[in-house]
């Protein structure tokens, strides 16, 4: 079964960090580009960060660059978020998504095929 599964969220305070973990199964990690994306109540869904298949390309969204990085490890299967100085407004429901470009990624909910279920990050003092 191809599955992606999110770990990692929890609680925080403004200017601390958390890694979220995006584990997969029923495919081969190394062989997609993944993004992530989180959704604060009210919201949309937006796009975070994503890296391409082989690394090649990344991206970031505005509000997350410099303070959020994206990596991955192949023979782990997993890909990362490592989210430092985090701010209230970074309060939300984080998911991982698998793409469906190639040596390409971005932001773009229609390029994903396969999404986790999600994990809660809350950055609240």
């Known amino acids: 079964q191809v599955q992606l599964v999110e770990s990692g969220g929890g609680s925080v305070q403004p200017g601390g960090s958390l890694r979220l973990s995006c584990a997969a199964s029923g495919f081969t990690l190394a062989s997609y580009g993944i993004g992530w994306f989180r959704q604060a109540p009210g919201k949309e869904r937006e796009g975070v960060s994503c890296?391409?298949?082989?690394?090649?390309?990344?991206w970031d969204a505005d509000s997350v660059k410099g303070r959020f990085t994206i990596s991955r490890d192949s023979a782990a299967n997993t890909v990362y978020l490592q989210m430092n100085e985090l701010k209230p407004e970074d309060t939300a429901v984080y998911y991982c998504a698998r793409t469906t470009q190639r040596s390409f990624c971005s932001g773009r909910h229609s390029d994903y095929d396969v999404w986790g279920q999600g994990t809660q990050v809350t950055v609240s003092s």
């Open positions: 890296i391409s298949e082989r690394t090649q390309h990344r």
